[in-house]
T-cell receptor
């Protein structure tokens, strides 16, 4: 079954500390992995995708096919990073739907 | 460009009624997807429209239907509303020919409450 698992509903991290949001997926094909973010009172927006291999707002994510993981990391948390983060996958070769995890709320403590 | 716009922003309906939600895609986008986001959950794919036809469908009953117009805007219709249909409904637009390079843009959503 296609599934994206985010084990933490809430993650609280002190400002300046490292952040790691966990994501594991279950999929039989070759999916593309994403992280979406939703800041307070804003719409859901793409943060990064694994094929671009970019660092966005200091965040990076490495696709580990062996562990089927796509954890989101940032070395030094900032208060403006507080938001809801969703890990997601899609397989453009098969269909266009995006499968989302349940999300992790990241709370940066001052 | 206002991006993806959805209307209305909030809606309250009675069980058994029917509802229509509307979405205007981002300028230049031709594909519209609809998602349902229940409280505490991630968005779940309902269906996708391209060239005025339903191309993909998620695990939702036939009570959920849609339409895409020649200007690429789209409607989501839900018949015989149930209390469990209460959720945030998100519309996302994308560009078919460049889907590997571009991203899906989401609207602010319509909050549907069924009482």
């Amino acid at each position: 079954a296609q599934r994206v698992t985010q084990p933490e509903k809430l993650l609280s991290v002190f400002k300046g500390a490292p952040v790691e949001l966990k994501c594991n997926y279950s999929y039989s094909g070759s999916p593309e992995l994403f992280w979406y973010v939703q800041y307070s009172r804003q719409r859901l927006q793409l943060l990064l995708r694994h094929i671009s291999r970019e660092s966005i707002k200091g965040f990076t994510a490495d696709l580990n096919k062996g562990e089927t993981s796509f954890h989101l990391k940032k070395p030094f948390a900032q208060e403006e990073d507080s938001a809801m983060y969703y890990c997601a996958l899609s397989d453009w070769n098969r269909d266009d739907k995006i499968i989302f995890g349940k999300g992790t709320r990241l709370h940066i403590l001052p | 460009d206002a991006g993806v716009t959805q209307s209305p922003t909030h809606l309250i309906k009675t069980r058994g009624q029917q509802v229509t939600l509307r979405c205007s895609p981002k300028s230049g986008h031709d594909t519209v997807s609809w998602y349902q986001q229940a409280l505490g959950q991630g968005p779940q794919f309902i269906f996708q429209y391209y060239e005025e036809e339903e191309r993909q469908r998620g695990n939702f009953p036939d009570r959920f239907s849609g339409h895409q117009f020649p200007n690429y805007s789209s409607e989501l219709n839900v018949n015989a509303l149930l209390l469990g249909d209460s959720a945030l409904y998100l519309c996302a637009s994308s560009l078919e020919l460049r889907k590997l390079e571009t991203e899906a843009f989401f609207g602010q959503g319509t909050r549907l409450t069924v009482v």
